[in-house]
């Protein structure tokens, strides 16, 4: 079993950053595919970004250039830090977890573990 914990989310104004964090605990052999989602009040969940270990990227495309998803020191520690954020960036953002490929295509329902979900409200 995997738990996970976001933090990192609050209210910032447009062109703000925020840096999201998502800490991983148990068999982290769960952990090698971490994924950010994030859903809107009456919107579909989408995949933001992931990172297959340490190297695997991808990102959705409306937020290429301005986020960024890194492992921290050790792999328990996944980061999404979100530059130039926008009001339309305003969600509740989970982190999620599985043990294999596929990774930056898996849909919401391929993933093990989530989060509970950190908030982030952009303003105009």
């Known amino acids: 079993q995997v738990h996970l914990v976001e933090s990192g989310g609050g209210s910032v104004q447009a062109g703000g950053s925020l840096r999201l964090s998502c800490e991983a605990s148990?068999?982290?052999?769960?952990?090698?595919?971490i994924a950010w989602f994030r859903q809107a009040p009456g919107k579909e969940r989408e995949r933001v970004a992931s990172?297959?270990?340490?190297?695997?990227?991808s990102y959705l495309d409306s937020v290429k250039g301005r986020f960024t998803i890194s492992r921290g020191s050790t792999k328990n520690t996944v980061y999404l830090l979100m530059n130039s954020l926008k009001p339309e960036d305003t969600a509740m953002y989970y982190c999620?977890?599985?043990?294999?490929?596929?990774?930056?295509?898996?849909?919401?329902?391929?993933?093990?573990?989530w989060g509970q979900g950190t908030q982030v409200t952009v303003s105009s």
């Open positions: 999620a977890g599985r043990s294999a490929l596929p990774c930056g295509g898996a849909s919401a329902y391929l993933f093990d573990y």
């Open positions: 148990g068999d982290t052999d769960g952990t090698d595919c």
């Open positions: 990172i297959f270990l340490r190297t695997g990227t």
